[in-house]
């Protein structure tokens, strides 16, 4: 396979004429001297002709390329060294350099011996006596390596930033964990209660509402609660679950105690607050919890207040929702119930 870049033209000549002259007038000694530094600069050379394309000159190095030596290769074309899908984009490559009066300059990538390899071939059109083009020069440079380290760099620096992701999503998994309680995976009260103040803030300055939710196990089943700690923590486990899947990334749910919960609903106000709520303690209520065979069910009573409409500070609010979660209780537990809404006097 080859894949070929649109031909450029060559820089242009040095404009000195009287250097061209004196060139000119030794021609041969140039011809001599120019190819002494191709073969110093150990580069690849060839000469074609026009009409058969079958090489006239060969170097060395040219034919290494190929794996064959310059008496071999002279006198053959391309075709015979390269696959047939190959050699027709050095045929094009030739004609559009015949075609400009500076020659041209293209990049092939090449499958010689079984590797790929790329190259710059430096092209220029040799006119005869008539002024009809008849032979092409090439010059070869070879890209391969230079890719190859291209490549691993960018190798080097993805793995590399995908290193740096994963200490990112360690260190922050990590802080997580402080942040969260073990048995149930929702926040502990000191993260919550940051969160709970930069909510209040928020809403203040933007003139928005949001919801704060208290909520409580209710009492236990004299079953449940001879069955001790292990029946309590899977119940804990069950709710934890719950509450996470209920709330969105920009809200936040936390452990207060050993059965006391408490919920930030962000942007949601106190008719959409109960609706969701209702519908959670819906799902605790049919929770199945298993254990030793036995379904050790639980449910929940919750108090629901906003910001700004049942309260208008941080301790009012969670005064508002915890008054709510006592008539909760009082009316027999697995319920919701909303603060009261305050109406200014004018």
């Known amino acids: 396979m080859t894949e070929v ?20 007038s030794s021609e041969g000694e140039l011809s001599t001297a120019l190819l ?14 026009v009409a058969t ?21 002279i006198g053959t074309a391309d075709a015979q060294w390269l696959e047939a899908a190959q050699w ?37 059109g040799l006119s005869s006596a008539e002024g009809t083009p008849r032979l092409v020069c090439s010059l070869w440079t070879e890209l391969t390596a230079h890719r190859q380290r291209e490549a691993q760099l960018q190798q080097a620096l993805a793995q590399l930033e995908q290193q740096q992701l994963a200490a990112e999503a360690l260190r922050r998994e990590t802080q997580d964990q402080t942040l ?42 004299d079953e449940v609660k001879a069955m001790g700690a292990e029946a309590h923590a ?3 486990e069950a709710l934890g679950r719950l509450l996470r899947g209920n709330t969105r990334a920009m809200d936040a749910s936390c452990r207060l ?19 969701r709520m209702e519908g959670l303690r819906r799902q605790c209520a049919t929770q199945i919890v298993v254990l030793q065979g036995r379904n050790i069910g639980f449910t929940v ?23 709510a979660l006592a008539e909760a209780r009082k009316r027999g537990g697995n319920h919701v119930t909303l603060a009261s809404i305050r109406f200014a006097l004018e």
């Open 234 to 236: 899977r119940i804990l």
């Open 257 to 275: 105690d050993n059965s006391r919960f408490a919920v930030l609903l962000s942007g949601v106000g106190l008719a959409t607050a109960h609706s």
């Open 301 to 323: 009573s919750m108090g629901v207040a906003s910001f700004p409409h049942t309260a208008h500070t941080q301790d009012d609010l969670v005064g508002a929702a915890e008054t």
């Open 88 to 124: 027709p984009a050095l045929r094009t490559a030739e004609n559009a350099a015949l075609a400009m009066t500076r020659g041209a300059l293209t990049e092939h990538r090449l499958d010689i011996g079984g590797a790929r390899r790329e190259f710059n071939v430096a092209r220029v």
């Open 180 to 221: 969260r309680d073990n048995v149930t995976g929702l926040y502990q009260k000191m993260h919550f209660e940051d969160q709970l103040r930069r909510e209040v803030d928020l809403s203040s300055r933007e003139h928005r509402e949001f919801s704060l939710v208290s909520i409580a196990l209710d009492p236990p089943s």
């Open 36 to 49: 002494e530094l191709i073969e110093r600069l150990e580069l690849p050379f060839g000469v074609k002709d």
């Open 5 to 24: 870049t649109s031909p450029s033209s060559l820089p242009p000549a040095d404009p000195a004429g009287s250097v061209l002259a004196a060139l000119r």
């Open 53 to 73: 394309s079958q090489y006239r000159h060969v170097n060395g190095r040219l034919a290494a390329l190929f794996g064959t030596t310059p008496d071999k290769m």
